[in-house]
């Protein structure tokens, strides 16, 4: 009984931080329905640090506890007792291959079970890519990707579809470009069209040739 109690004082505290967040964001929640798996959730398009407590809101709506990566010196500083509370997972950039096999690992053992990832920067420029690495880990874990959004132009976040990856990068990535291309993301002009470098032959890029 004090399990119960516990938990639905835990729901209710979650809830009420969501309606913050969407007070203070001017977002508002889009009827989204939780994954009934594991899955790697893709935070998209990806172009503001707002992104971050939207993506909160929309698991504590649903009442899903997620991991996400951060670097890992934010788990060094003072707030990384609240970091590690909310979900944070520290990233050590210098071994992305350790990266992987630490996030299986957790998955084994139900200590990770929702992975935020968010595939693109906030700042405009760069290399003009979505990072791969949801791709990889999906398909290494055998987990769905589920396509969370950020929709600047409806003040609104929520939950897509969740996709199973196939190995055909293009086919898998037409299927997410599709979902994508009415999202526009809090700052629309940081936005990054979704494309893996693995799509395109070396140093070429269809918006290069535009």
């Known amino acids: 009984m004090a399990r119960t109690r516990s938990s639905a004082v835990t729901r209710a505290v979650r809830r009420a931080g969501a309606r913050l967040v969407w007070l203070f964001t001017g977002y508002r929640f889009a009827p989204s329905k939780a994954p009934d798996e594991p899955t790697i959730f893709v935070g998209a398009p990806h172009t503001s640090n707002t992104d971050f407590f939207l993506m909160l809101a929309i698991a504590w709506e649903l009442d899903v506890r997620i991991k996400f990566l951060i670097k890992d010196s934010w788990l060094r500083g003072p707030f990384s007792g609240l970091i590690r509370a909310l979900g944070g997972v520290a990233v050590d950039r210098g071994d992305p291959a350790g990266l992987v096999d630490q996030l299986l690992g957790g998955m084994r053992a139900g200590t990770v079970s929702h992975l935020v990832v968010t595939p693109e920067g906030t700042r405009g420029g760069g290399s003009g890519y979505w990072k791969s690495g949801f791709y990889r880990i999906a398909q290494a874990a055998g987990m769905p990707v589920t396509l969370g959004y950020v929709d600047g132009d409806r003040r609104v976040a929520g939950l897509g579809p969740s996709l199973r990856m196939t190995g055909d990068v293009r086919a898998d990535m037409d299927r997410i470009r599709a979902f ?25 890029h269809p918006a290069a040739a535009a």
Request: aromatic fraction near 4%.
């Open 180 to 204: 994508y291309a009415d999202k526009s993301g809090v700052r629309p002009e940081n936005r990054v069209e979704p494309r893996l470098r693995a799509e395109d032959p070396p140093g070429e």
